[in-house]
């Protein structure tokens, strides 16, 4: 091979560091990905697909001080905290009357975009339940070479990419519905008319997202998005709309509203309305603002709507006294870091005899004696016939149970109600109680009797899953956990008296 064949190769050989740019579409700016850190989302904005288009913006930190105008578009996520994202409702509208396109796959039941119903979860079963792309123009984009199955299914099961509509009635005329289920429900919608911008709302089904997962036609989803958002970006003078729009002002959070006085956050001072709950205990949880944790007091019949004396936000940690409480339950999937100032709150609330129970990972040490391994999720263990989820629960011997133990959490229900998958694990202190454990006897559940009061901790995330509306299991677990956990802090409060 000459010299100069040599030098013509190495022009044509590919980087791949520098696969799928998007010059023609960030002419007008890159795509704001507003991240809260609920869920990760590393596997979207750190996706070969997206890097070089997407640009994180932490919402807590950044989103107020940005000026949205500087994108060619804004991503709302799925978990994305819509009772803090409610208090820049201006910001947001400030932006689309500007000409500004937003992409949202949250729930929105917040109601912080126009006209919206926000998430209704569809009462069809799963099994029964299709999700259908529609003739529309969009359509015909966003789903090039999209196989329906690959949007209903993962590895044969349905769900996973969306569980809910939005009510078509409320929705301005004109709107152009992309995607809708088999009862002719709206799943998503375009609207073009109620600002000078482009509104793309989906009911919690993730375009950018699902197909990342496996490697099906969904993948092109992402892609058809991006040029389907560059087409319309294109078609209309929004460039000139924005430059004409980055001369004004952002406007300031409508009001000085903060984050408890929110209706999701409403005080519950009836205590005879309290459900399930114990009416001898005072308790409080501690959520995110996302839609699961809204969704978890209205699914079910709103079953839990009056389990707790209150509901907090996770940032009004400052203004909780805690010790107006008999325990308090930390919610799974919060931000971490902004929990890590909180460190000794929790462990005063502990040593004087508070309560503290913790769902889900634990990925910084903002409660004592913590140390958690992660692990990467098995969702699909119960797919395979014969194979099973390695889960024991312990006697007081140490002895290994997968039934039901003589006493304790598992003689209130069987090993399988805990099973369904995990995040990690714990490595408890010595003189902490294991409760259930996985094959390499690292702890799912355990309780640390380390203080006057008791800190119960568990991988498991059942008040996720009951606010996303899938898992049946995690309702008998967390109604009988619960319950026992009460009965242990009532036990306890009695030896201790």
């Known amino acids: 091979m000459s010299k100069n064949q040599v030098g013509h190769n190495a022009k044509e050989s590919i980087n791949l560091e520098n696969l799928y740019q998007y ?44 000026v949205l105008e500087d994108f060619c578009a804004v991503v709302l996520p799925m978990g994305i905290d819509e009772v803090y994202l409610s208090y820049f409702k201006d910001k947001i509208l400030h932006y689309l ?24 979860q569809s009462l069809v079963p799963i099994k029964e339940r299709v999700i259908q792309i529609t003739s529309s123009d969009a359509a015909k984009v966003i789903f ?62 993730d375009l950018l997202g699902f197909g990342l997962f496996d490697n099906t036609s969904a993948r092109k989803m992402g892609l058809n998005l991006l040029k389907w958002l560059s087409n319309q970006l294109q078609s209309k003078d929004y460039k000139a709309l924005r430059e004409k729009a980055s001369s004004l002002p952002n406007p300031t959070p409508s009001n000085s509203t903060s984050y408890r006085e929110l209706s999701f956050l409403d005080f519950i001072s009836d205590k005879s309305k309290q459900n399930l709950s114990n009416p001898l205990l005072k308790n409080a949880i501690i959520t995110g603002g996302s839609s699961f944790n809204a969704h978890f007091f209205s699914n079910k019949n709103a079953k839990y709507a009056h389990f707790f004396s209150h509901r907090y936000h996770f940032l009004d940690i400052d203004s909780i006294h805690f010790q107006d409480f008999d325990y308090i339950v930390l919610a799974s999937r919060l931000n971490s870091a902004y929990l890590m100032p909180h460190k000794q709150k929790f462990i005063d609330y502990l040593q004087s005899g508070g309560h503290i129970i913790s769902f889900g990972e634990i990925e910084k040490d903002y409660l004592p004696n913590i140390v958690w391994k992660d692990y990467p ?19 007081s011997d140490g002895s290994k149970q997968e039934g039901r133990t003589k006493s304790g959490l598992f003689s209130k229900m069987e090993v399988s109600t805990a099973k369904w998958h995990y995040h990690g694990a714990f490595y408890p202190p010595s003189n902490a109680t294991k409760i259930l ?9 355990y309780k640390d009797n380390s203080f006057k009061g008791n800190l119960y901790v568990t991988s ?21 956990f619960m319950q026992w956990v009460e009965e242990d802090i009532m036990q306890s409060a009695k030896n201790k008296g």
């Open 144 to 205: 090039d070479g999209v196989r329906e199955y690959d949007i209903n299914y993962r590895r044969g099961v349905k769900g996973f990419f969306n569980r809910g509509y939005f009510d078509k009635t409320l929705l301005p005329q004109g709107v152009e519905i992309f995607l809708e289920d088999s009862e002719g429900q709206c799943v998503g919608y375009i609207d073009r008319d109620s600002t000078n911008g482009i509104i793309l709302s989906t009911a919690n089904a």
């Open 377 to 395: 999720v098995n969702f699909w263990w119960w797919l395979i016939q014969g194979a099973d989820m390695p889960l024991y629960a312990l006697e």
């Open 97 to 120: 009357h500007n000409g500004g396109v937003v992409l949202s796959f949250m729930s929105d039941y917040m109601q912080i975009l126009p006209f919206s119903s926000g998430y209704i």
């Open 23 to 66: 010059k023609d579409l960030e002419a007008f700016g890159k795509i704001a990905y507003i991240d809260t850190g609920t869920l990760s989302m590393n596997s979207v904005g750190g996706h070969f697909l997206y890097k070089h288009i997407l640009q994180y913006i932490n919402l807590y930190e950044e989103f107020e001080s940005i």
């Open 437 to 445: 454990v996985n094959e390499l006897d690292e702890s799912i559940i």
């Open 460 to 480: 498991l995330d059942p008040e996720f899953h009951l606010g996303q509306g899938f898992m049946p299991t995690t309702e008998p677990f967390f109604d009988t």
